[in-house]
């Protein structure tokens, strides 16, 4: 189980590479790709699945005999990293440097004295127009150095980075450099495109160790939120036919606000849920009565207790590591689960033979947010918000339990094979 997930994390180290390591998946299991801009022709029994800017992906199964709702299992395929600048070299005569920025919150630190590898995706000139194409470069390519403890005596005592001074990349010492192509041939040769032929890029800097387990531990970066990834897909492929539809949704941009045309506050969920019902014979209209009879799971991780510092955690409401699925909740919709929605989720845990634990952050650490809430501005629907534990979230190596990857997976199976269906205003039965 865990092999199986370090190689598609370490398969996917941009959101474009994550909906592409899911593609493949899917076309192994027969799934059919769709364009959002045509015309859908769908039969019952088969799979599809559509993409949108190649980092977002939605994918369903069509059971036979009508569709009851929607059982979407919704995560995120991006995580933090360094983002390139348009033009990315600095060149100092000393140095050659990478310009980026930070992409989600990162903790710093651990950026530093990390080899770095290169991926994204580069826009090609074509006779015809532009063409995208996915590059990843597996070998170290950059390294952010620390300052010597020698020169930096505080260095122990706490540091604040800045990023456009203490982050920046190091990549080689000069572009006529002996040892190392200039920056853009560099990426030339790894497409075998001539450099005047590239427009533009989405390039990334990213941590390229490998995922291990150990103990009672998987380490490996990206656990957020490629463990959910991963684990949701598997369960989608694995699920039985039921009454509804079974969806699984990826997003962008979640570690940025979600705010894009391929993130959770977009239409796209709602666009391809009402050209299903379309192209199956009924009317956008009927959206809103499939919707009432829909259940989401918002999938991203949670925080474990951390085994040094425990005061950080509320203690009634904290979870462990190979504890099982976490359930989340907040009083300010930071996570959208109410009573209803936990109340659901824990028969489906229950039906899966999986355990489950509540978490809630300490009152006065309002803690992050996730695409549940987002969503369901578009697309209204009962929602809770679930993830696995883990320690270090949105370090460049993290930490969580061996055992919690396969707890989700089996909760997904269930989970997509079920049906929700609301027989009165907070009255649903599971089927």
Known sequence: MNKELFEFIENSPTAFHTVDTIKDYLLKDNFIPLDI????NIEEGKGYFVTRNNSSLISFKVPCGGIKGFMIGASHSDSPCFKLKANPVTDDGMYVRLNTERYGGMINSTWLDSPLSLAGRVIVSTPDGIRAELVDSKE???????????????????????AAVDLVPLYSTTEDSSFTPSFMEYVAD???VAQDDILASDLFLYNADKGYSWGDFITAPRIDDLQCVY????GFLLSHKSDSMPVLAVFDN?????STKQGADSDFLNTVLTKILISIGMSADALADKLANSFMLSCDNGHA????HPELTDKNNCVKLNGGIVIKHNANQR????????????????RALVPYQEYSNRSDLPGGSTLGNIANTHNS?????????????????????IQDTEYMEVLMKVFFSSSVVQLADGVYSIK
């Open 305 to 308: 207790v951390h085994p040094n």
């Open 381 to 401: 629907m009962l929602t809770a918000d679930i993830g696995l534990p883990q320690l270090a979230m949105h370090s460049a190596l993290e930490t969580a339990g």
């Open 335 to 350: 996570y959208c689960t109410d009573s209803v929605s936990a109340s659901l989720t824990k028969l489906l845990c229950e």
């Open 37 to 40: 801009g045509e015309e859908w």
């Open 190 to 192: 790894l497409l075998c």
């Open 254 to 258: 979640e570690e940025v606000g979600s």
């Open 140 to 162: 170290p390519v950059a390294i952010i150095p620390n300052v010597a403890i020698h020169l930096n005596k505080t260095a122990n005592e706490g540091t604040t980075y800045n």
């Open 231 to 234: 684990a949701s897909l598997k």
